[in-house]
């Protein structure tokens, strides 16, 4: 049975400092995807993973895959109160196997303080 | 523009009411989905459906239904046995998830904007 583990769950930040969020999983997968939520608001695809290595960038957030050790991050530069949501990390079954469901691990909600 | 409508955005249920969510897409996808999510929780699975007239329960569908009669439409009913039905419920689309096209397979789920429902 898959299933997907963040850490940590909750992150206060000050502004302009790094951070990184840690997303494992149990079983082999080749689909990682990476969801933005505000507060009482929908999920927002960020970044999609698909291959041993990839590595994603988008502003402030780098994403990044290791399959070997069931390992994604979601790495922040210099965080800015704009980013304060809650990141949730998703892992889907192995092409030609499952229906496309997805795990969705807990979600870390982040807090960016000035 | 395309996306995912879901209503009501807030819903009240009295005891042993059944009631309805609405989900709505016109992104012309194949596969959609039903979430739960509980506060300071992740998503859990309670329904989906690749094709129409076809869906399949999920990790916790327990006291809801559904149907698929339409492409675009895939209401999701929270009846009188679900005895916690407190929480917000996500709808998702996605593009056929089994297609033998490996590009359509990998696309992120599209997400609409929730419906909070809460007991009276």
């Known amino acids: 049975e898959l299933k997907v583990e963040q850490n940590p769950l909750f992150l206060s930040m000050q502004e302009g400092k790094n951070y990184t969020i840690y997303c494992n999983y149990s079983t082999t997968s080749d689909r990682l995807y990476w969801y933005r939520q505000d507060p009482g608001k929908s999920l927002e695809s960020l970044f999609v993973?698909?291959?041993?290595?990839a590595v994603k960038q988008e502003g402030r957030l780098m994403a990044s895959l290791d399959t070997k050790a069931r390992l994604s991050t979601l790495h922040i530069t210099a965080a800015v109160h704009d980013l304060s949501a809650t990141y949730f990390c998703a892992v889907g079954g192995n092409y030609g196997g499952s229906q496309g469901n997805l795990i969705f691990g807990k979600g870390t909600k982040l807090s960016v303080k000035p | 523009d395309g996306g995912i409508t879901q209503s009501p955005k807030y819903l009240f249920r009295k005891e042993g009411q059944n009631v309805t969510l609405s989900c709505e897409q016109n992104?012309?996808?194949?596969?959609m989905y039903w979430y739960r999510q509980d506060p300071g929780q992740g998503l859990r699975l309670i329904y989906y459906?690749?094709?129409?007239?076809?869906?399949q329960k999920g990790d916790i569908a327990e006291g809801y239904s559904v149907s698929r009669e339409k492409k675009e439409s895939f209401p999701l009913t929270v009846t009188s046995a679900q005895k916690n039905p407190t929480a917000f419920y996500l709808c998702a689309s996605s593009r056929r998830p089994t297609g033998s096209d490996r590009k359509v397979y990998n696309q992120p789920q599209h997400f609409g904007d929730g419906t909070r429902l809460s007991i009276l």
């Open positions: 459906s690749q094709i129409v007239n076809d869906f």
């Open positions: 992104l012309n996808h194949d596969a």
């Open positions: 993973l698909l291959s041993n290595g």
